[in-house]
């Protein structure tokens, strides 16, 4: 079968789109005879066979919803975010990042690190909390919403993707 790019799509894009799965872009590059980082161009054909498609559930609701995903940016959008990025956090206070507590003793004298041991108790305790409700949220098969509002989706349907997602 056969796929017309559109533009900026790359070849995960067309991956997910088509076979329903990230882990297809591999047989598409494969079948192709393409670099899985290979820049695509508007209206390039490429092919697949239907033993391909990985996830025939996520090909459908792409197909049925409308979804054409395309991710691809050029260099210069990428400076252009990135500039964008640093104007609107300059000046702004961004939160430390918190080691876990094994790797911040390394190396270190245990004494200093009474402060910090306190903040990452803290944030695993939050982290904690928060992988638990999702963990019953999930065993109930109910919508799971984040402190933000955002709904989390679940996007695979396979006991392997479930587990490693």
């Known amino acids: 079968m056969d796929i017309r790019v559109k533009d900026r799509q790359t070849v995960l894009d067309v991956a997910v789109q088509y076979l329903g799965s990230a882990e297809a872009a591999f047989i598409l590059a ?3 005879g393409i670099e899985l980082t290979q820049r695509l161009y508007d209206g390039q054909l490429l092919t697949y066979e239907l033993a391909d498609v990985l996830n025939e559930r996520v090909r459908q609701t792409f197909a049925l919803q409308g979804i054409v995903p395309a991710t691809e940016i050029t260099k210069k959008e990428e400076q252009e975010l990135l500039t964008a990025t640093a104007k609107w956090a300059a000046g702004k206070v961004m939160p430390p990042y918190i080691v876990p507590d094994t790797l911040t003793r390394l190396g270190t004298d245990r004494d200093n690190l009474t402060n910090r041991d306190q903040r990452t108790t803290a944030v695993e305790d939050i982290l904690n909390a928060t992988a638990e409700r999702v963990r019953r949220a999930a065993a109930r098969n109910v919508e799971i919403e984040s402190e933000s509002g955002t709904t ?6 396979d ?5 490693f997602a």
């Open 30 to 32: 494969a079948r192709n």
């Open 152 to 157: 989390l989706a679940r996007i695979f349907s």
């Open 159 to 163: 006991q392997f993707n479930d587990v």
